[in-house]
């Protein structure tokens, strides 16, 4: 009989905070004897989209020191690539984060391309492009609906529950279920983009630029989030971070509410720049794709929807002998401990949902 | 009646409405249209709960974890005997009915905190105190906005207060007071917005984290006939209890408050999740004043106008 | 009611009362001795309303349950072991006889000599049986055995008037006219005891949210005294004005071009 990990009567260890390892102001024998609790939150958490397991060190409801333990989902993505071929190579880029599989791939596939030293036409360009900004939508709306879930707010996330339906029937139109199968090196197709599906497209950024002038002005809100988590544009880029996290802290206050507001306003371009850019694929066009590359050495990035998504690869002629990728989300993880000392429970949470962490992209 | 038969119909009656105040939160937060779901949803959760493993936490204060729950329902259902459904339907009718009703309910915050102690983890811990900080918050707004009836009606008897109400009901000529007493509503059972020590940002329910299976369910219960009690206590203080042309007593009572939690529960789904230190100050620096000015109001207009009680 | 379910009551009532008073004082957990003196004020509760004083049930029970939980709430802040579980462990680890809890003599044999002694002496204090506590218990019983035998032999009057039936009203009648004086000044003195501790408590700058976005420059932190600013030190540590423990510096200075800000 197999002695399952459930049946065993060992206890499971209690969350253990390595106290050198922090800054813990120093504990001192005062009147008051505090004794300092460790929270330990996840690894399954509302907070960011995949598991981390953050553990504060509080003192009653301010957090005094924070200690992440991420890599739950670490896969491995970049090394599995250096053994793959190719073609697999391009699944592996797309699987880097799940959540934005046309990004991961189209910076693999402009990789490819550049080592093949091939420029694709402008509308292949437009295509992509358009691929790229309607999944940065998509990836923006559904951040909304789950920070609206932990903030409580129905009202928002009632509001929230009905773009992600909305874009998902305007995509199924769009490009039927698999949106990544058609960025393939060297390929582009033709074809006007219907009129509905582009006054939708329309229709779906002016209702978010109207939630965004709504939410400006709610005052309930910006108890909850104004002024709270604020991130210096430099230490952003200091750190290597980008998105809208970024951009909330160069153009606005860089609070939580600038970044809710940010995404929203981005969501919005991204839409418009999809009626006007995108062109339905159609299902004949698919040409002989050379998933191979020259020997040589190239960069690509590509603006996923938290941030840019970097690749090097170097390639010496038959496999792919290096691959980095630059997540957005790791910069971010390495923010967490510094920004939320000294917050109280509550807001640090809001801060760490703020931040749109994607885990499996974080840890690789 | 004997005493045992009334505390039996008491306790029935709190688990039926328990029911309905669960039914009504589903229908408020899923809409009118999943009005099906929205009934079958709480029995549901109640199978699943009893289905579910009893755990106790380890190192917990099993003294007070077995029992928080118990003290909770006790205290609810004392508290339910001074409610009057009809004219000569209630419990019992102490001269002191509604200081009764406000003062049984405190142990009901000391089963919560119990709770919360004795999990003998952090966040059980964080949620006692912020349920200690909800106490002190709703405690003496709510004592001030109720004196308004009280002053009104010349009496703590909750039929007296009722039956004064024949003319014109209270709500009408202090909104404020029903306005502060809601928001004191909402504080007492830890709904939204203020559900900070149950829910909020720690995860599975603060106060209630570790508590599972059955002993959840009596949590649940107790909470949701909190809601009801006190929704029952806001028609029978402002909206003039079972009175009501056409109908028998009681049906208008339920009626009223059903209509009063909709609105109450609807309502409070609409702000985001107060932190603690905003609820504080909102408690202290605006429900405070806002039931002084009332007591003030109040007072004014009974003297000003003595043929408006009764 | 009837004679024998009022007596039965009464003795119920004071059984509790008494007992829970007892557990109080015998109890490791701080939080559980909190809870055993409210339960012990709602059991006397229980007995004025035996004497048909309904009122006077109801303002015990609110200011005992109100009252006590809060000075429960400030022992488990401020205390060492609220719950009694290192007391607890202690004890059993000393392996005095008896259930740990109600142990209450010290461990046999002599007490270990040099250095170990006062380790030893620590651990007793710790465990809190001393040798004064048989004594303690005796003058305690002593004095409620005097108490009661006052209690008895004393000839109580006894009045024919009924008991009233509705308090409320001559009460907030008295209060208003006969005790206007200590009532109103009663409230004065709350309200400068509050005013009073809320001075005391306030910082110089009450830190809200304090984002702790390190300085802009460089990757060094800087900690600060919440209550002196002045004080800036790289490392953590202890404020050297007031002994307070340093925090993470906000970043005032960066932010004073974008506005907003904490409070």
């Not at chain 1, 939708?200 to 400006?216: D, I, K, N, Q, T």
């Not at chain 2, 079958?40 to 204060?61: C, S, W």
């Not at chain 2, 219960?221 to 206590?233: D, K, Q, R, S």
């Not at chain 3, 006894?158 to 039936?165: A, E, G, H, R």
Request: charged share 15%; aromatic share 6%.
């Amino acid at each position: 009989m197999l002695a399952l990990p459930l049946q065993s009567d060992e206890v499971p260890p209690e969350p253990r905070v390595e106290e050198k390892a922090l800054p813990l102001p120093g504990k001192q024998e005062r009147e008051i004897a505090t004794e300092l609790m460790v929270m330990s939150l996840g690894p399954v958490q509302p907070l960011t989209a995949g598991p981390l397991r953050l553990l504060f060190v509080c003192d009653g409801e301010q957090i005094v020191a924070v200690q992440t333990e991420a890599g739950y989902a670490a896969r491995g993505v970049a090394r599995a690539m250096t053994h793959a071929t190719w073609r697999e190579s391009a699944a592996l880029a797309s699987a880097l984060d799940p959540l934005a599989p046309i990004a991961g791939r189209l910076a693999y596939v402009s990789a490819l391309e550049q080592l093949q030293h091939w420029d694709p036409d402008p509308s292949t360009l437009h295509q992509r492009e358009a691929l790229l900004a309607f999944e940065r939508v998509e990836n923006h709306v559904s951040w909304l609906v789950r920070f609206a879930e932990f903030l409580a707010d129905d009202r928002l996330s009632i509001t929230a529950r009905h773009f992600p339906v909305r874009l998902a029937e305007v995509g199924a139109v769009l490009w039927g279920q698999s949106a990544v199968e058609w960025i393939v090196p060297q390929s582009g197709v033709l074809s006007p983009l219907p009129h509905t599906q582009k006054r939708m497209l329309e229709h779906l950024a002016a209702e978010l630029v109207a939630l965004r002038g709504r939410l400006e002005g709610n005052r309930a809100l910006a108890l909850r989030t104004a002024g709270i988590g604020l991130l210096a544009a430099d230490r952003l880029r200091a750190v290597g971070a980008s998105g809208p996290v970024l951009h909330a802290s160069e153009r606005r206050q860089g609070d939580v509410l600038s970044r809710l507001l940010m995404r929203l306003e981005e969501a919005a371009d991204d839409l418009r720049y999809a009626a006007r850019a995108a062109v339905m694929p159609s299902v004949a066009e698919q040409g002989i794709a050379p998933w191979s590359a020259p020997p040589g050495e190239t960069a690509v990035t590509v603006a996923g929807p938290r941030g840019d998504i970097g690749v090097s690869l170097a390639s010496d002629g038959e496999n792919m002998c290096r691959v980095t990728w630059r997540r957005p989300s790791a910069a971010l993880l390495g923010l967490i401990p510094e920004l939320l000392t000294g917050q109280k429970l509550a807001d640090a949470e809001t801060i760490v949902a703020s931040l749109d962490l994607a885990m499996a992209e974080a840890d690789g | 009646m004997n005493t045992f038969g009334v505390a039996l119909l008491v306790v029935w009656s709190l688990l039926i409405c328990a029911y309905g105040i669960a039914v009504l939160e589903r229908l408020t937060a899923l809409g009118l249209r999943h009005f099906r779901a929205a009934v079958l949803l709480p029995l549901a959760e109640t199978v699943a709960l009893l289905r579910q493993e009893n755990l106790v936490p380890r190192g917990a204060d099993r003294l007070l974890f077995h029992s928080a729950p118990l003290v909770a329902l006790t205290s609810i259902a004392l508290a339910a005997l001074v409610i009057p459904l009809g004219p000569a339907l209630r419990g019992f009718d102490p001269s002191i009915g509604l200081f009764y009703f406000i003062v049984v309910l405190g142990p009901f915050v000391i089963a919560m905190m119990n709770a919360g102690w004795s999990q003998n983890s952090p966040e059980g811990l964080s949620g006692t105190f912020r349920a200690a900080a909800c106490l002190i918050s709703y405690e003496v707004p709510l004592g001030f906005a109720v004196i308004g009836p009280v002053m009104a009606a010349e009496s703590l008897s909750t039929a007296r207060i009722v039956e004064a109400q024949t003319g014109l009901w209270y709500v009408v000529w202090q909104p404020l007071g029903f306005l502060i007493y809601a928001i004191a509503a909402l504080f007492m059972t830890y709904r939204r917005p203020f559900d900070l020590p149950q829910a909020g940002s720690e995860l599975a329910g603060g106060v209630l984290a570790e508590y599972t299976g059955a002993r959840l369910l009596l949590f649940h219960i107790a909470l949701n006939a909190l809601f009801f009690l006190l929704t029952a206590m806001g028609v029978v203080l402002f909206f003039g209890g079972w009175q009501g042309p056409g109908l028998p007593g009681p049906i208008w009572f339920l009626v009223k408050t059903v209509a009063l939690a909709t609105v109450l529960l609807w309502g409070g789904r609409f702000l985001p999740r107060v932190r603690h230190d905003q609820m504080l100050s909102l408690a202290w620096k605006i429900l405070l004043p806002a039931s002084l000015v009332n007591v003030a109001l109040v007072g004014i207009l009974i003297l000003v106008f003595p043929g408006e009680k009764s | 009611m009837s004679g024998l379910i009022e007596w039965i009551l009464f003795l119920a009532l004071s059984v509790l009362a008494v007992g829970m008073a007892a557990s109080m004082l015998v109890t490791m957990s701080m939080y559980r001795a909190g809870l055993a003196l409210m339960s012990s004020f709602v059991a006397l509760a229980g007995l004025f309303i035996l004497l048909n004083a309904d009122l006077l049930a109801a303002i015990q029970v609110m200011m005992n349950v109100g009252g006590m939980l809060v000075m429960v709430l400030f022992m488990v802040m401020l205390m060492m072991d609220p719950g009694g579980e290192m007391m607890w462990d202690m004890k059993r680890k000393m392996h005095m006889p008896g259930p740990g809890a109600l142990s209450m003599t010290m461990p046999r044999g002599a007490p270990p000599s040099g250095k170990e002694r006062q380790h030893h002496q620590m651990m007793v204090d710790m465990a809190m049986s001393t040798a004064q506590l048989p004594w303690a218990l005796a003058l305690g019983a002593a004095s409620a055995l005097v108490l009661i035998v006052l209690v008895v032999r004393t000839p109580w009057p006894f009045s024919s008037v009924q008991p009233t039936q509705d308090a409320t009203g001559a009460v907030g009648t008295l209060l208003l006219s006969r005790y206007m004086l200590g009532f109103e000044g009663a409230a004065f003195l709350i309200l400068a005891g509050i005013a009073g501790a809320v001075i005391f408590a306030r910082r110089e700058r009450a830190p809200t949210s304090r984002p702790a976005a390190a300085t802009a420059a460089s990757g060094t932190k800087i900690f600060t005294c919440p209550m002196h600013e002045e004080v800036r030190q790289s490392g953590p540590g202890q404020c050297p004005l007031c002994g307070m423990d340093l925090t993470p510096a906000t970043e005032a200075s960066v932010h004073h071009g974008e506005g907003g800000g904490s409070a």
